[in-house]
C-alpha cells in the first residue's frame, strides 16, 4: 500500500539558514509524482515544489529543491535562507499509477519553526 | 485568476444534524477533490469528482457524499453528524493530467473548519 512517512514532527533552523525536511514513500508503481506542500495557520495548502518519478534532474523552485534519492524512495525538501514567513507545517504527499485522478496520499507533516 | 473558493469558512453544527460544502475551482480545472484534516488523523482523502462523475473515493462511511455541477463547482454533504466530524476540510482542484502529461499539483482553498457540538 502506498504511504507517505515523515519522521519529523518539529524542527527549529535559525533564520538565513537551510533545512531540510525528511520524506519517504512506499509504492510499488513504477510511475509516481511528489509532492511538497505548506500550511501556514491560515489552513490553506500551498503548493511548492513537484518531483515526477521519471525526472532525472532533482527539482527546484526558488528557494526550494527537492532531494530526490529514488533507489532509497525519498525525497527530501530543502529550504535555503530561511525566512521567519516559512514557520508553518509542511507535507509531503504522493500521487501514483494511471488513472488515479486527484487523491494524494498525505505524510503526518513537519513543523517548522524558523527563529529570528 | 481566481483561486479555489470555499464556503463557509467556519460552520458550528449540532450532533445529528446535517452540512453542505460547496468549492469552486479554479476556471479551467475539472478535477475536484476533497480531504478532511484532523489533528489525529491527519489529511485523508474524501473523494475526487471529474466531469460530474465521482473518480475516486476514500475510506469513509456513506454518511459522507458529494457531486460536482456541469461548471465544475462541487458540494460535499455529511448527514447525521457526529462529534468525530469536526475537521478542517479542505478543497483542492487540478487540471487534467491527461491533458498536461504529467501528475499535476492540486491547489486548495483555505477550508471549512467544521465544529460539531
Known amino acids: 500500500a502506498q504511504k507517505i512517512t515523515q519522521t519529523q514532527p518539529g524542527m527549529f533552523v535559525q533564520e538565513k539558514e537551510a533545512v531540510t525536511l525528511d520524506c519517504t514513500y512506499d509504492?510499488?508503481?513504477?510511475?509516481?509524482?511528489l509532492f511538497w506542500y505548506k500550511q501556514p495557520s491560515s489552513g490553506e495548502m500551498i503548493f511548492l515544489i513537484y518531483?515526477?518519478?521519471?525526472?532525472?534532474q532533482n527539482a527546484t523552485e526558488g528557494r526550494y529543491s527537492l532531494n530526490f534519492q529514488k533507489a532509497r524512495k525519498s525525497a527530501n525538501l530543502v529550504i535555503s535562507a530561511s525566512q521567519l514567513g516559512d514557520s508553518a507545517m509542511y507535507f509531503c504527499?504522493?500521487?501514483?499509477?494511471?488513472?488515479?485522478?486527484?487523491?494524494?496520499?498525505f505524510g503526518q507533516g513537519t513543523e517548522l519553526s524558523v527563529k529570528p | 485568476k481566481a483561486g479555489v473558493t470555499q464556503t463557509p469558512r467556519y460552520l458550528i453544527k449540532t450532533r445529528g444534524q446535517q452540512v453542505t460544502l460547496s468549492c469552486s475551482p479554479i476556471s479551467g480545472h475539472r478535477s475536484v477533490s476533497w480531504y478532511q484534516q484532523t489533528p489525529g488523523q491527519g489529511l485523508q482523502f474524501l473523494f475526487e469528482?471529474?466531469?460530474?462523475?465521482?473518480?475516486n473515493k476514500g475510506n469513509f462511511p456513506g454518511r459522507f457524499s458529494g457531486r460536482q455541477f456541469s461548471n465544475s463547482r462541487s458540494e460535499m454533504n455529511v448527514s447525521t453528524l457526529e462529534l468525530g466530524d469536526s475537521a478542517l476540510y479542505l478543497c483542492?482542484?487540478?487540471?487534467?493530467?491527461?491533458?498536461?502529461?504529467?501528475?499535476?499539483?492540486?491547489?486548495f482553498g483555505q477550508g471549512t473548519r467544521l465544529t460539531v457540538v
Open positions: 469528482y471529474f466531469s460530474e462523475t465521482q473518480r
Open positions: 518531483q515526477g518519478s521519471y525526472d532525472e
Open positions: 483542492a482542484s487540478s487540471l487534467d493530467e491527461a491533458l498536461a502529461g504529467r501528475y499535476t499539483e492540486a491547489f
Open positions: 504527499a504522493m500521487r501514483e499509477g494511471d488513472n488515479q485522478g486527484g487523491k494524494l496520499i
Open positions: 509504492t510499488s508503481d513504477q510511475s509516481y509524482g
